[in-house]
Nanobody
Framework: QVQLVEFGGGLVQAGASLRLSCTAS????????MGWFRQTPGKEREFVAA??????TSRGGVQGRFTISKGAAKNTAYLQMNSLRSGDTAVYYC???????????????????WGQGTQVTVSS
């Protein structure tokens, strides 16, 4: 059973950068679609970025500031976040789903595996 663990959250000032990582373990990784979502209290989970197993990416409203990538071993996804703003403060969740066809899906309901989340706080 694939499990996900996120690292890299923290408290930073506005304008700073952070890189989140998400490592999958316990399964086959060559066909994993992986994504990042974020959530603040009282709001629905928001799509941030996704990457398919062939490297195709999708990005949400953070386009241009955030970049998703995968490690060479295909079991790690990274989210490089630049020019952080106070509005980026949220719990960031990594998600994954095995796919036969490459797909960088933006819908949270199409992911069956989730990490525990990592807090990102941006102070203004």
């Amino acid at each position: 059973q694939v499990q996900l663990v996120e690292f890299g959250g923290g408290l930073v000032q506005a304008g700073a950068s952070l890189r989140l990582s998400c490592t999958a373990s316990g399964g086959t990784f060559s066909n994993l679609q992986m994504g990042w979502f974020r959530q603040t209290p009282g709001k629905e989970r928001e799509f941030v970025a996704a990457i398919s197993w062939d490297g195709t990416t999708s990005r949400g409203g953070v386009q241009g500031r955030f970049t998703i990538s995968k490690g060479a071993a295909k079991n790690t996804a990274y989210l490089q976040m630049n020019s952080l703003r106070s509005g980026d403060t949220a719990v960031y969740y990594c998600a994954a789903q095995p796919r036969k066809v490459p797909w960088a899906c933006i819908l949270s309901q199409n992911y069956g595996i989730w990490g525990q989340g990592t807090q990102v706080t941006v102070s203004s």
